[in-house]
């Protein structure tokens, strides 16, 4: 069956250092692959996709995840993280045509001082 | 542009009270459309999605339904609610025939008491 997981359920990060939010699929082909944010009580924004090409896509606000099919994962990976970035991430993935994307359970990133 | 639309934001209501919940999209037409559940703490559960006016697939067995009665119309619906129907309900949608990912709501936050 397709899944996606994300094994972190919660990360805390210091204020400027780099983020990593590790995500791992599980499909019959290379998927498309997405990555959301959540902030409380919100919907959900999209941050980045991949679909095809280049390994390494870059998102808005200075997100970026990277494809490794050897792997199976699609990592979203943030420089210097600021604290309004503390908010629920979510990986997801789906096929070509019409699809349901399949979400992570989601990883809640916690920024300190 | 294509803008989302759900509401009310919030709403608390008592058990064995009916309830709906409504999502319009602008700016585009035949959308696929998809209600989605998060409780507390959990992540994204997929409840109904829609390919076309009243064409309603159903994902998990419950106390709810949905009904597509116009195009850019999608309702969520119960006739008497549980106790375990509260959580946050996310109305989404994405170009029909395309996977481009979902576009969400904002939310409704249910309370049943």
């Known amino acids: 069956a397709q899944s996606v997981t994300q094994p972190d359920i919660h990360i805390t990060v210091s204020e400027g250092a780099s983020l990593e939010l590790r995500c791992n699929y599980s499909y019959g082909a290379t998927p498309y692959l997405f990555w959301y944010v959540q902030s409380p009580g919100q919907g959900l924004q999209l941050l980045l996709k991949y679909f095809s090409g280049d390994t390494l896509v870059q998102g808005i606000k200075g997100f970026e995840a990277e494809f490794k099919r050897s792997q199976s994962s699609f990592n979203l990976r943030k420089p210097s993280v600021h604290w309004s970035d503390a908010a629920e991430y979510f990986c997801?993935?789906?096929?070509?045509?019409?699809?349901?994307?399949?979400f992570g359970t989601g990883t809640r990133l916690l920024v300190s001082p | 542009s294509q803008t989302i639309h759900q509401w009310p934001a919030t709403l608390v209501q008592p058990v064995g009270s009916p309830l709906s919940l409504e999502c319009t999209v602008e700016g585009t037409s035949n959308p696929n459309l998809y209600w989605y559940r998060q409780a507390a703490g959990r992540g994204l559960q997929l409840l109904f999605y829609?390919?076309?006016?009243?064409?309603i697939s159903s994902e998990v067995p419950q106390n709810l339904s949905a009904s597509r009665p116009q195009d850019r119309q999608f309702i969520l619906s119960s006739k008497k609610l549980l106790l375990s129907d509260s959580g946050f309900y996310l109305c989404?949608?994405?170009?029909?025939?395309?996977?481009?990912?979902?576009?969400f709501g904002s939310g409704t936050r249910l309370t049943v008491v």
């Open positions: 989404a949608w994405s170009p029909s025939g395309a996977n481009y990912g979902y576009t």
């Open positions: 997801a993935a789906g096929n070509t045509g019409f699809q349901k994307l399949v």
């Open positions: 829609s390919v076309g006016i009243g064409q």
